[in-house]
């Protein structure tokens, strides 16, 4: 594992990984708690590709701009903050496709099982990473990371199940 670390991804660090980490792990929970959430309606597989790419596009150029901004705001170099914003733009929108890939291409509880497979380890390798740029424990940061990863999963599960509920007892 070390030499993987050396050789390819220590590497990636140069390159401003922190552009990189928070698109993507802000694109994997997003996408992971609208599929959860929204895998309990009529039409799922509709409904959840919908908010994928609303996702994907609307929210991601939103929270590019929030980015944008931020940078700006806090005079980061021009240069840094376009890559910054392009960086965040692609890697949220390649993240949230995947899941629709997933999706649009299996079974509803196959493409369930899928995305929080996928969803986990990508916050698995961020939080590897970072564990390793930072000189901490990896077991603790990952354990942490994927700590929080659950709370949104069940989070999502369980409202899911009341609005579900909730809904039901209206239309009676």
Known sequence: MR????????????????????????????????????????????????????????????????????QESLSFATKDVKRATLLNFITRFLASAIFIIFVLFMPMNIALIASIIFGLAIIIVISYIISKNKKYKAYKMIFYHLLLAAAVIIISFLLRQFIADFTIRIIK
């Not at 959430?37 to 509709?46: E, F, I, N, Q, Y």
């Open 3 to 70: 030499n993987l670390y050396k050789q390819y991804i220590n590497p990636m660090i140069m390159f401003k990984f922190s552009d990189f980490s928070y698109g993507s792990s802000s694109a994997v929970i997003t996408s992971l708690a609208i599929i959860i959430g929204l895998s309990g309606t009529v039409d799922a597989k509709a409904t959840i590709i919908t908010a994928l790419l609303i996702l994907a596009i609307a929210d991601n150029v939103s929270d590019s701009f929030g980015i944008h901004i931020y």
